[in-house]
């Protein structure tokens, strides 16, 4: 008793002061000082530099542990140890080790649960080596389709940097005294190299409208002074080249929508992508050079790839002297009774070389003009993957339009089989959105297999006879 009443210390004035709050204090609120004082907060200890790095959980951020981290490895052959089974029964000297999570099927129950019978352990273990086998023939299978991915992509790159080589040097210094031999034209069959493509378009082209980059300077001048004065006043009298100002504007309207919608998935034609502005240039360029075809959707997908493969001036001439060409003309201008005259001319050569399919689109009513139509506007840039789309306007401008509706031919060789089970509606669905999958070689074994003959008639005899008849 002593040694408590030794230990006692006298009440201070502010403790004293203290006291007689707490008295004056609610019953709850007593409870609440009587509590805290009872357990003081505690004090935490500082932690060292390790701990205060965060590690992550799957649904929050908790601190990470002071143990050294483990590889996949580690985590493997810890979850699949067993503590009743010895360690040399593990797995070992496996070239291909699964993800941790597939080891998991070997560890044994939780002790509130029935342990696992010998029959299951071992057909757990038969389990498991078969998902290890599996996940392991799939890495392989992969691997060897990767591998030949490479092999292929070598072989082509050797290929395009030969073909180059022959025609910077052999073919285009001498290009009148080449272009039609049978060397040079199976060389332009293969593909042409990108980096001469540009330059061989435009030289099988040509240029008939004798367009030069000044001629395409005032036409570009003549179009940004349009733009500005719409802009600027929303309205403009009749100009001197006869196209009324509602022609015009719906014209910068097209072309303002379509650029938009121009390879979307390239992202360099859309508002603030590199090209965008060059594409607005040459289209409303050609507007204003040709008002009188002024422009037609489906013309920004032809003047997208030229500007890809040529300069911007070239791109305009060979854009203009591209759209001049008979069967162009006749599309753009919308010329209704050419446009069957080439359908008619087209399912002569599809009758020839498809008959079934031919015959089943007859019966469906599936007329050309439902797939061919977007299919020429945009010269197949705009249904085919852009890498097959150029190679079919290497052939086409070698060929002329023939080639175009012979392309065609071969879209629908390449998928005959998918067609005939199809109806009406589906057809036409799948013909004005061809797989994204095409392969070109796939795509002009097709081709060739289309020969534009009819009879002893090629394509020029069969389309003149059908533009003769009235």
Request: proline letters at 6%; hydrophobic letters at 40%.
């Amino acid at each position: 008793m002593n040694k408590a009443r030794a230990r006692t210390r006298p009440l201070s004035h502010s403790t004293f002061r203290a006291g007689r709050d707490l008295v004056e204090m609610e019953p709850a609120a007593v409870n609440t000082v009587v509590m805290v004082s009872l357990f003081p907060k505690k004090q935490r200890e500082p932690k060292g530099p390790s701990q205060n790095v965060p590690g992550w959980k799957l649904f929050g951020k908790v601190p990470a542990r002071e143990s050294a981290p483990k590889d996949s490895r580690t985590i493997q052959q810890v979850a699949g140890t067993s503590p009743t089974q010895p360690q040399q029964g593990r797995r070992k000297n496996l070239d291909f080790e699964p993800l941790s999570t597939t080891a998991l099927i070997l560890e044994d129950r939780p002790a509130n649960l029935p342990a696992k019978s010998v029959e299951e352990a071992q057909r757990h273990r038969q389990e498991y080596d078969e998902m290890v086998a599996e996940a392991k023939k799939r890495e392989l299978k992969e691997a060897q389709r990767k591998r030949k991915e490479m092999k292929e992509r070598f072989k082509q790159e050797e290929s395009i940097a030969n073909a180059m080589v022959v025609w910077n040097n052999d073919i285009l210094p001498n290009w009148e005294n080449t272009r039609n031999t049978r060397r040079v034209r199976e060389l332009w069959w293969q593909g042409l190299p990108p980096n001469v493509r540009g330059k061989v378009w435009s030289l099988a082209i040509g240029n008939e409208l004798n367009i030069t980059p000044e001629l395409y300077e005032i036409f570009l001048s003549r179009a940004k002074e349009r733009w500005r004065s719409f802009s600027e006043t929303g309205s403009e009298t009749e100009a001197d080249d006869g196209a009324s100002v509602a022609d015009r504007e719906s014209s910068l309207d097209l072309i303002k929508l379509d650029i938009s919608r121009t390879f979307p998935p390239l992202f360099i034609f859309q508002k603030g992508g590199p090209y965008h502005d060059l594409l607005h240039s040459v289209l409303g360029a050609y507007t204003c050079y040709r008002p009188d075809v002024g422009y037609v959707q489906g013309m920004s997908f032809i003047a997208a790839v030229l500007i890809l493969n040529l300069e911007e001036a070239d791109a305009f001439i060979a854009f203009a002297n591209l759209l001049n060409k008979p069967c162009q003309l006749a599309f753009f201008r919308v010329d209704h009774d050419l446009m069957l005259k080439y359908f008619a001319a087209f399912e002569v050569f599809f009758e020839e070389n498809l008959p079934r399919l031919f015959n089943h689109f007859q019966s469906s009513n599936l007329t050309p003009d439902l797939y061919l139509i977007d299919w020429i506007f945009t010269l197949y840039s705009k249904s085919l993957p852009l890498d097959v789309a150029c190679r079919v306007w290497d052939v086409f401008c070698r060929d002329g339009e023939e080639f175009l509706f012979r392309t065609g031919l071969g879209i629908l060789r390449l998928y005959e089989d998918v067609l005939l089970q199809m109806d009406f509606i589906r057809s036409a669905q799948f013909l004005t959105r061809l797989p994204e999958d095409i392969g070109s070689d796939r795509l002009f074994a097709c081709i060739a297999a289309a020969p534009m003959l009819n009879g002893n008639r090629k394509w020029s005899q069969v389309s003149s006879s059908k533009h003769e008849k009235t």
